[in-house]
């Protein structure tokens, strides 16, 4: 998948939630906040399968066991299946938070907040690196 | 998860520095929110919205050093078309902060409001995804 593509995609999932959610969020639309977040389902399980392809192509490449022709190693795959999957559980208990089931915020945002330091501490790998970009 | 850093640097065409930033000020605020909205912090949204405006300002810094040095190593029309484009990306992202703020202290603002700046943004990213390569 080439990368236009793939902004192309991320883009119109994110346009199509915010869409969606300010509708829901100004009342124009009483619907359960499930339903709202379906962009961001099709979205996550577009991620999960590409990722999980990516994996068994891998597996099945003779080209170089360790990364493949990104540079991106098993190991750095298999930890993107698990943000994404954190980024699920956020959406989740999200959803179940605005539909006034009584969970503390604090274990709302966990996942993402994991999320995020992951990220932060990746960048900051990458800021410091030689050969920068992954 | 899906685009690599190196292709959300080549959409976005923000630094991985200034991606940095971001999610920096996005983790402390996230905090900062829960802690409000569970009552154990009292204080305004507008201290909450600091780091975000933080981050901003320091974006915005960053843009201008970078226009700086890219006019007197390049050229003028260089350096104005990145630094031009820089600080819309920045402003619409500073106004859609500032909306959120003043809808949460007022309360007289309808979402659509608050997020009109992010559709205008929304239409630039779509413009440099198919600008990419």
């Known amino acids: ?134 | 998860m899906l685009l690599r850093l190196k292709e959300i640097i080549q959409w976005t065409r923000m630094t991985a520095f200034e991606l940095f930033l971001h999610l920096l000020s996005i983790l402390i605020f996230s905090v900062l929110v829960a802690a409000k909205i569970e009552g154990h912090l009292g204080a305004s949204w507008s201290t909450i919205f600091s780091p975000l405006f933080i981050c901003d300002g320091l974006n915005a810094y960053l843009c201008l050093i970078v226009f700086v040095r890219q006019y007197r190593e390049y050229d003028l029309k260089q350096a104005s078309l990145r630094v031009a484009s820089s600080l819309a990306v920045i402003g619409l992202i500073f106004t859609f902060k500032l909306l959120l703020c003043q809808k949460l202290v007022t309360g007289n603002l309808s979402c659509s409001e608050v997020f009109a700046p992010l559709f205008v943004l929304s239409k630039i990213l779509m413009i440099r995804a198919c600008r990419m390569h």
């Open chain 1, 1 to 134: 998948m080439a990368a236009v593509h793939k902004a192309l995609f991320t883009w119109f999932i994110i346009l199509v939630f915010f869409i969606i959610f300010v509708l829901r969020a100004d009342g124009k639309v009483e619907c359960n906040w499930f339903l709202i977040f379906i962009p961001m389902w099709l979205f996550d399980g577009a991620v999960i399968t590409y990722i999980i392809v990516n994996i068994i192509m891998h597996f099945r490449s003779a080209y170089n066991p360790n990364v493949d022709r990104n540079d991106m190693t098993k190991r750095r795959k298999y930890a993107l299946v698990i943000c994404t999957l954190l980024k699920l559980v956020f959406q989740f208990l999200l959803c179940l938070r605005l539909e006034n089931f009584n969970i503390s915020l604090y274990f709302v945002l966990i996942p993402l907040w994991t999320l995020f330091i992951a990220g932060l501490v990746d960048n900051f790998c990458v800021l410091i690196a030689r050969h920068p970009y992954r």
